[in-house]
């Protein structure tokens, strides 16, 4: 009886939380969005639900390889100026290994979501010279984040003023010229900025 009851409660958990079994595969494939997202990926390697080849062969992904496919995880997604066009799925925060991602000159609307502000791993996060709106989220979770480029875009709000905010001691190069944001430099977060070499703010409000 108490086996029936954990399998009853395991199931309706993850009927309620379907993010719970969002693979790799469904993770990227919700960069695939509308038609033409559909027109997109019939052009690249991979990038479809029917496709015979490994999510780690498709074009643009970079895998930490494991003892079959189910067991390798994506490190890096890099398609910089490669046509795509939608916006940053929050199923992309399940990629929990990922340590790269790279949309940069794509036609990516919207915010930058929390789950993937939330990506522990993350080292290089480049979504400039993009068509990005919504607020610059405050905090970054990864403590090895060490560049964050974002300019060419329309992000408002504030430069980072959480100081224990993981990616401050880490980051070595920010690009935030050419957006929307306000308001003065926090001297708390800068100085938490140990590892800082490049920071361009110009062309903000």
Request: glycine content about 8%; overall charge negative; hydrophobic content about 35%.
């Amino acid at each position: 009886m108490a086996i029936n009851n954990i399998m009853s409660h395991w199931s309706r958990s993850n009927s309620e939380n379907p993010t719970a079994q969002v693979t790799a595969k469904e993770a990227l494939l919700s960069l695939v969005q509308g038609t033409e997202g559909k027109a997109w990926s019939a052009s690249q390697s991979g990038w479809s639900s029917g496709s015979p080849l490994s999510v780690c062969q498709w074009e643009g992904i970079t895998c930490k390889i494991g003892f079959n496919d189910s067991l390798s995880k994506v490190t890096s997604i890099r398609l910089p100026n490669a046509g795509l066009s939608g916006t940053i799925p929050t199923e992309l925060g399940q990629l929990t290994y990922l340590e790269e991602f790279n949309l940069k000159g794509n036609l990516i609307r919207g915010s930058i979501p929390s789950e993937l502000a939330n990506l522990k791993q993350l080292n290089h996060l480049d979504l400039s010279d993009c068509l990005l709106t919504g607020t610059l989220p405050n905090r970054f979770e990864s403590s090895t984040l060490s560049m964050l480029l974002l300019n060419e875009n329309g992000l408002s709000g504030h430069f980072f003023n959480d100081e224990t905010s993981p990616h401050l001691t880490s980051i070595q190069e920010i690009r935030l010229e050419n957006n929307l944001l306000t308001g003065t430099i926090h001297s708390p977060t800068i100085l938490q900025m140990g590892n800082l070499n490049t920071l361009s703010l110009s062309q903000n409000e």
